[in-house]
């Protein structure tokens, strides 16, 4: 099977090409979103990974969209995060942070000084995020409105990307990840319906790729850009105000730039694949690929013989799964083995401790 061939990704040998996504798991220790022992396990449990990413991480306090979430902007996190990467090379693994501003999706009472959340332009979500309820009870939300950033503020949130990228360098990772998928600050900035700036951070396709490249050159700044890469979700950035038409387009642009800066890899998520939704075809995929000469993984909802195929065709150098490694700790053995895959309790994905964590076996 190619998907358990080793593949070099930077200064990385990677045993597989079995890559661990960044998992939302709401159980770093408090106060203060500090990693922690079973943080640490979780993840040195899962350390047959061709790489682990780690999960979201925020950058700073107002990155922060989702209860009990680590950060990496402390001395208290980075000494956290340094018992997690110590445990994962200890067994043998490799594991990336990713780095994370939520940007509109979140909540006031997540935010300092009960604050708006910020984003590119202050139109609202009309999603959830994970934060205290009117009572004070932990629970799904509607995201509260955000207010546009200030021209003159936003070369202080890329700031926090580059402390991070120091704590994260400090704390042992073996590089990072720029997390500019799924909606949060820097895919904001990508879409054509939420980023209504005018002032050179958006208005074309060129100017709203500027904020997430800037992030890429400060933080490869810190790393070497072939330690870093970058997770996006192409043709996720619909919107209730309107359809993002030119997805295609914006994301064929971030490629051209990706190459340019050279960094090590890119994490594309298919929301077809992931959610039965709009994503991406096999002839984006193939376009980027034209554009892009680092190492392309694909991800969304992928089973074992999807990601054979995927690799085997070359249309990526990689696949990402998520879900299939909270039950199987050891998933490319059980792929090597060809054996059935553990199902996880969803109920038991956000919060919580050992149970549904820690508590998955590991194959006979």
Aim: glycine share 12%.
């Amino acid at each position: 099977m190619r998907l358990l061939e080793p593949l070099r990704v930077g200064p990385l040998t990677l045993p597989n090409r079995v890559v661990m996504a960044p998992l939302t798991r709401c159980r770093s220790a408090q106060p203060g979103n500090v990693p922690s022992e079973l943080n640490a396990r979780y993840y040195a449990q899962r350390a047959g990974a061709g790489l682990i990413v780690g999960e979201a991480t925020q950058v700073c306090p107002e990155g922060q969209g989702y209860l009990w979430t680590p950060g990496i902007f402390t001395v208290e996190q980075r000494d956290g995060w340094r018992t997690v990467t110590e445990a994962v090379h200890a067994a043998g693994g490799r594991i990336h942070a990713q780095l994370w501003h939520v940007g509109r999706i979140s909540h006031r009472s997540l935010q300092p000084g009960h604050a708006a959340p910020v984003s590119c332009s202050d139109l609202p979500s009309d999603g959830t995020c994970f934060a205290f309820d009117e009572q004070g009870k932990p629970g799904r939300v509607k995201c509260d409105t955000p207010r546009a950033l200030r021209t003159e503020e936003i070369p202080q949130v890329i700031e926090a990307y580059r402390h991070a990228a120091r704590v994260a360098m400090e704390a042992g990772f073996d590089g990072v990840q720029v997390h500019g998928a799924n909606g949060y600050l820097p895919d904001q900035f990508l879409s054509s319906v939420q980023n209504r700036r005018t002032d050179g951070w958006g208005g074309d396709v060129v100017s709203r790729a500027r904020f997430l490249l800037e992030i890429v050159r400060a933080v490869a700044g810190v790393w070497g850009a072939d330690r870093v890469g970058v997770r996006l979700s192409p043709h996720s950035g619909d919107d209730p105000t309107g359809k993002d038409l030119e997805w295609r387009e914006q994301h064929l642009e971030v490629a051209r730039q990706l190459q340019r800066e050279g960094v090590a890899y890119a994490d594309l998520v298919n929301y077809a694949w992931a959610y039965g939704r709009e994503g991406f075809d096999e002839g984006f995929i193939r376009d980027w690929r034209t554009l892009f000469r680092g190492a392309l993984m694909l991800s969304g909802g992928l089973t074992r013989e999807k990601a054979e195929d995927l690799v085997a065709r070359g249309l990526c150098d990689a696949c990402v799964f998520g879900r299939a490694f909270i039950a199987n700790p050891d998933l490319p053995e059980r792929f090597r083995r060809n054996l059935a895959l553990a199902k996880g309790d969803e109920t038991l994905y956000y919060g919580g401790a050992e149970r549904g964590y820690t508590d998955w076996p590991r194959a006979d």
